[in-house]
């Protein structure tokens, strides 16, 4: 199985301040049809997974411009320009090129 | 709006045996592949199962093989999990999924436990 290792786990963030999200696939992410399958989930507390962007740096509809994901083969970044009270929670990667689908353990983002 | 309602969680014995459901609207059910991610009590995420549109190929993650089954209702715009042989380890909140991820449900609890 592939596995997903995020950092850091814990991100403490001042409001208003930039964070970062690493995430590392233990193989390419990179699909025989060309595309790469890495997703980017949120889980505020009490909700469901919402999945932020799709295929490394596609932004879901609805998603605040101020988050951004980049990367390539076994490298990604999640990005959030300016940290607001809502964006709390956990963020995943997932990765849907190979079978089982997994996800990273997640990197829980709070308020300083 | 698509929307997508889990039902069946419950508490059963290890060894028991339960049927998810999850009726999806909102969008063209015929079209998208659909998944089981299941979340244990204060854990990360884990994709448990996924059919195909047509629902002939399914997909499952190890632990799940053999004891859980996938299907779905394209007539009903339904899509099911029956899960067999439970233990404690399979205790989880279980969503259902549009594709991989697009959209979830809001999650049905599982507890196996004497």
């Known amino acids: 199985d592939v596995v997903m290792t995020q950092s850091p ?9 930039p964070a970062s999200i690493s995430c590392r696939s233990s193989q390419s992410l990179v699909n025989s049809d060309g ?11 009490g909700q469901s997974p919402r999945r932020l962007i799709n295929n490394v740096s596609n932004r879901e509809s609805g998603v ?33 090129t190979h079978w089982p689908w997994t996800f990273g ?7 300083k | 709006e698509v929307q997508l309602v889990e039902s069946g969680g419950g508490l059963v014995q290890p060894g028991g045996s339960l049927r998810l459901s ?5 969008f063209t059910f015929t079209t998208n592949s659909m998944t089981w991610v299941r979340q244990a009590p204060g854990k990360g995420l884990e994709c448990v199962a996924n059919v195909n549109q047509a629902g002939s190929a399914k ?10 089954t996938i299907s779905r209702d394209n007539a009903k715009t339904s899509l099911y999990l029956q899960m067999n ?20 449900g809001q999650g049905t609890l599982v507890t196996v436990s004497s």
């Open chain 1, 105 to 111: 353990q997640g990197t829980q983002v709070e308020i």
């Open chain 1, 35 to 45: 595309n790469t399958y890495l997703n980017w989930f949120q889980q505020r507390p």
């Open chain 2, 59 to 68: 997909y499952y993650v190890d632990s799940a093989k053999g004891r859980f």
């Open chain 1, 64 to 96: 605040p411009d101020r988050f951004s994901g980049s990367g390539s083969g076994t490298d990604f970044t999640l990005k959030i320009s300016r940290v607001e009270a809502e964006d709390v929670g956990i963020y995943y990667c997932m990765q849907t």
């Open chain 2, 22 to 26: 999850c009726a999806a609207s909102g």
């Open chain 1, 9 to 17: 786990l814990s991100l403490p963030v001042t409001l208003g301040q």
């Open chain 2, 85 to 104: 042989s439970l233990t404690a380890d399979d205790t989880a909140v279980y969503y259902c999924a549009r594709g991989w991820g697009a959209n979830w």
